[in-house]
């Protein structure tokens, strides 16, 4: 039998719980988005040509990227709370050297740290939850929660960078990791026990559906991410708006995803991962078919809300998907989840950079938004077929040994 300890008098899944649980995506995903903001007065402070400063991008994205499945693989060896517990500390240390940086290439190895714990807390996070909250209704709940949390990072991410670069400086954007990260180190200790997942055999219970949840997540990040590069662009070249108003304008397609991600964990447990997940993909779709329709700032609005409520509906669905289909290895479902996330992401903003080179204004748009949305019902289609029927027989639960 695995030891559990619990030092607290806290039942497992409890709401201060969850939300211990939710501070590694929201500390990742704040970071990331915080600092690119952040970037060129950093790269300014050290005299960095501006070529250079996707290197602060590179050195945190590359390790997540790479250390994600075998950080799940550790997750299911030694069980998520030491591994949450160890990413979380040197997340801390590492932000502390990025904060008394001394030259550029402390800072680049303050954030190739950030990555790997980055890498780290994010499979162990997810483990950790579905192994705590066991029955499909209340996980599809958290999950919903949980995406929501997401949603939130991204929403203030950038505006959150600014600002710190604003009152004080660069540093800042480290420094304000610490305390966050060990509130979430004194949370993790009291409030999650030592456990692993009953795991009587590695496979998956259900092959079919973990092969389709991990391609629609990299569809899901692709379609959405690639997009967004391309709205960007157009804003700021085409339209010619500035950064700020730009910003402000894309939480257009944030929003909803900050709305529905806890609502879509409701709709989860009442129609199931695969209807929610297709109902997803197709609005979506339908958002981004109307890009480039009609001209200037107030033609964008439609696609950004098909982005956001496309993502609102899908994220929990796909990543729960994932998870029921691999109970016997969450570390190892929560890592391949968010690889095949990452990859989407890296491939969405390569493809979209390539259409900004060649096409310009409204023909952009339209390009993109047709592309994008056909890429996103193909995603629908993966779930239809792909994913289990309500009602399917899975593996055992979960459950502590």
Do not use: K
């Amino acid at each position: 039998m695995n030891r559990s300890t619990t030092p607290t008098a806290v039942h497992r899944g409890s709401p201060l719980l969850l939300t211990v649980l939710c501070a590694p995506m929201f500390l990742v995903l704040l970071d990331v988005l915080a600092m690119n903001v952040a970037m060129p007065s950093l790269g300014r402070a050290y005299a960095i040509g501006r070529d250079q400063w996707s290197l602060l991008v590179g050195a945190y994205t590359v390790p997540l990227a790479v250390g994600l499945l075998p950080a799940g693989w550790l997750v299911d060896r030694i069980g998520p709370r030491r591994v949450l517990l160890g990413g979380l500390l040197v997340f801390a240390a590492a932000s502390m050297l990025g904060a008394v940086g001394w030259a550029w290439s402390a800072v680049l190895a303050a954030r190739l740290l950030q990555g790997l714990a980055a890498a780290a807390m994010l499979p162990a996070g997810l483990a950790a939850l579905t192994t705590t909250w066991t029955d499909p209704a209340p996980r599809a709940r958290t999950l919903g929660i949980w995406s929501g949390v997401s949603a939130v990072a991204t929403a203030i991410g950038p505006g959150a960078g600014g600002g710190l670069v604003a009152a004080f400086d660069w540093r800042a954007v480290f420094w304000i990791d610490i305390p966050l990260v060990l509130v979430a180190v004194i949370g993790t200790r009291r409030l999650l026990p030592e456990r692993r997942a009953r795991s009587e055999h590695g496979r998956p219970t259900g092959p079919r559906s973990l092969a389709a949840s991990v391609v629609a997540a990299a569809i899901m990040t692709s379609g959405a991410n690639g997009t967004l590069q391309v709205v960007t662009v157009h804003m700021q070249d085409d339209l010619h708006l500035a950064p700020g108003p730009a910003g402000t304008l894309l939480l257009v397609g944030t929003a909803p995803f900050v709305i529905l991600g806890p609502m879509s964990g409701r709709l989860v447990a009442a129609r199931g991962r695969r209807a929610v997940a297709a109902s997803g993909f197709v609005a979506g779709a339908v958002g981004l078919a109307t890009l480039g329709r009609v001209s200037g700032l107030v033609g964008l609005v439609p696609g950004l809300l098909g982005i956001g409520v496309g993502l609102g509906l899908m994220t929990a669905a796909i990543v729960g998907e994932t998870m029921a289909a691999w109970p016997a290895r969450p570390g190892l479902a929560g890592g391949l989840n968010n690889a095949l996330r990452q990859v989407g992401t890296s491939a969405g903003v390569a493809v979209g950079a390539g259409l900004t080179s060649g096409l310009g204004d409204d023909a952009l748009l339209t390009r993109t938004g047709s592309v994008a949305g056909l890429w996103w019902l193909c995603g629908a289609l993966v779930v239809v077929l792909g994913f289990s029927r309500p009602g399917t027989p899975r593996g055992a639960p979960m459950h502590d040994r």
